[in-house]
């Protein structure tokens, strides 16, 4: 089974410069795409006045798992839809799925192997458009944040409120960012 988006980021935030780097000339020789990408980031930061050596502090985003940097983050970045992928009764490939014998058709293998045999519940759409939401990319401490000030009462709410209780309702360090569905 192929590790998660997530987990496969964190591998390559792990490789060593020089690896990194020989990986990185080995994608771009293959593919004018990635190497197109590649230039360009470069530019991008020399136009910034970036250093090529000084670290930039990237983050991958809670909604749409792509990575980003504050720097460039804009309203209109980040596109992810809020809801769950449902199997296309339409789609043709289900028409010979017994669930008896390939499992269910909604795991998660098939949505990323067959995204447009699923629709998007939140709008309606199929698996491989792209999200209905837009927003700035969030990181996980933002997510995380964000999920605390929702969860606090309100000051109506907090009469009778003990100080010991609203602490406790502060989100403690093993918590986890709601994941929502991504978008390729």
């Not at 192929?2 to 020089?18: D, I, Y």
């Not at 798992?65 to 289900?94: L, Q, R």
């Not at 017994?98 to 199929?126: T, V």
Request: glycine residues 4%.
């Amino acid at each position: 089974m192929v590790p998660s988006h997530q987990a496969q980021l964190a591998s390559v935030a792990a490789v060593k410069e020089e690896l990194a780097r020989t990986i990185l000339l080995d994608i771009c020789t293959q593919d004018t795409i990635s190497l197109t990408r590649a230039y360009e980031a470069l530019i991008l930061r020399e136009s910034q006045g970036i250093k090529p050596e000084t670290p930039m502090e990237w983050k991958v985003c809670t909604n749409c798992s792509k990575i980003f940097h504050d720097d460039y983050n804009t309203d209109t970045a980040c596109h992810y839809h809020m809801g769950e992928m449902e199997p296309d009764d339409d789609f043709d490939v289900w028409a010979d799925t017994d669930e008896r014998i390939h499992g269910p058709i909604a795991s998660e293998e098939n949505k990323e192997e067959f995204p447009e045999g699923f629709i998007w519940d939140c709008c309606d759409k199929l698996g491989t458009d792209p999200g209905c939401q837009t927003s700035r990319h969030e990181s996980p401490e933002e997510t995380l944040a964000k999920e605390a000030e929702e969860s606090r009462p309100t000051s109506a709410s907090r009469t009778g409120t003990g100080a010991a209780e609203v602490a406790s309702l502060e989100v403690g360090s093993d918590a986890q960012p709601v994941k929502r569905q991504r978008t390729e």
